[in-house]
């Protein structure tokens, strides 16, 4: 099978064709791939060839970051598709920026073919010449693509009349190439979860000086209370009337409180979901673990709020009954008489 070297008639290189080309285009290279590190591994190596010149690393860097995060992302194999379609979404990104380079360079061309009519005998002129023969730019080009295609081809798209030794070589060098990028790959990944270990063990020690100077000079934290959320009592084998649960919502500051506040209904969906998935055994409310479904609560707001921003959930089950059911339809900054239940007094 003979390698892409799409071209246009105007000696550009043929971008749709390289990428959108259902046989041997990028797109369909990586919607082979079946395991996310062969998707990372393919996705660096297209980065790297697509990007070679010096003043192209801010966009190396990048599009690697990018990648990066997207691989991460995933949970499991089953998550692939997704995950794929991601990487394919950046490639055409990518591809949107070389089409542009391309559109610059024919503009470029064209005044400089203009700027040097006047002057076609000097050497300068014949330089020029040169560099824009129509030949010589075609195989300038032509050479870029197959050497992209070459690195990623090599493993999927296997020349007809390569010899085994060939094939044998260029598959170590390729292996080599990938080694050396998945250790350097697994490096950054490894400073990154560093970096965000120490980030989170100094906001937990933060936070707990912050809860600690509240509770002390009883200062009200930024909150904010729901509804009460009714939660069936199985007695003796009976259901029993409902029991309400107060959601209180700590923040760590008060932009916490406004983007929660415009997520309201999905917020209380998360908190309908997690206590309904606890207590469809009939298990009576004082044997659930709270903590533990409010820590989940509050894992799948931040989640979707994309930031720590809720620094505590509590679920309260013992409040005054005037208290439990006043939230009410609006979203408002909690009064401090909820300050006890978010910082309960020492028993006495």
């Known amino acids: 099978m003979h390698l892409l070297s799409p071209k246009k008639p105007d000696g550009t290189t043929d971008w749709d064709v390289v990428f959108d080309d259902p046989e041997r285009g990028l797109i369909a290279l990586i919607d082979r791939v079946r395991t996310t590190e062969a998707l990372q591994d393919c996705g660096l190596i297209i980065i790297k060839r697509l990007f070679t010149r010096k003043n192209d690393q801010l966009d190396v860097a990048r599009f690697n970051n990018e990648l990066n995060e997207i691989i991460s992302s995933a949970g499991t194999e089953r998550e692939l598709t997704e995950i794929k379609q991601k990487v394919i979404?950046?490639?055409?990104?990518?591809?949107?920026i070389r089409v542009g380079k391309a559109k610059v360079y024919l503009e470029e061309k064209a005044r400089n073919k203009n700027a040097n009519r006047r002057s076609s005998g000097s050497a300068a002129a014949n330089t020029y010449k040169l560099l824009n023969n129509k030949k010589f730019t075609v195989a300038a080009m032509a050479a870029m693509l197959v050497l992209i295609l070459a690195i990623v081809g090599l493993v999927y798209w296997p020349t007809d009349n390569a010899t085994p030794a060939d094939k044998s070589e260029q598959q170590t060098r390729l292996e080599r190439d990938l080694k050396a990028l998945r250790e350097e790959t697994e490096k950054k990944q490894a400073e990154r979860l560093k970096t965000e270990q120490e980030n989170r063990t100094k906001e937990i020690r933060n936070q707990k000086a912050l809860e600690k100077k509240q509770a002390d000079e009883r200062i009200m934290p930024p909150a904010v209370v729901l509804p009460g959320v009714y939660v069936q009592r199985r007695v003796k084998g009976k259901i029993r009337h409902a029991k309400p649960i107060m959601p209180i919502f700590v923040f760590a500051d008060r932009k916490g409180f406004s983007r929660l506040c415009e997520s309201r209904p999905k917020v209380i969906?998360?908190?309908?979901?997690?206590?309904?998935?606890?207590?469809?055994d009939g298990i009576p409310i004082a044997a659930m673990d709270l903590t533990k479904i409010a820590n989940d609560i509050r894992k799948q707001v931040n989640s979707h709020l994309r930031g720590q921003l809720v620094s505590k959930v509590l679920l309260v089950t013992d409040g005054k009954l005037s208290h439990m059911g006043t939230a009410g339809d609006r979203c408002t900054l909690a009064s401090k008489r909820y300050f006890d239940y978010i910082y309960p007094p020492s028993p006495q």
């Open 269 to 280: 969906d998360i908190i309908n979901v997690a206590l309904s998935k606890n207590s469809s």
């Open 89 to 96: 979404l950046m490639l055409q990104r990518i591809k949107a």
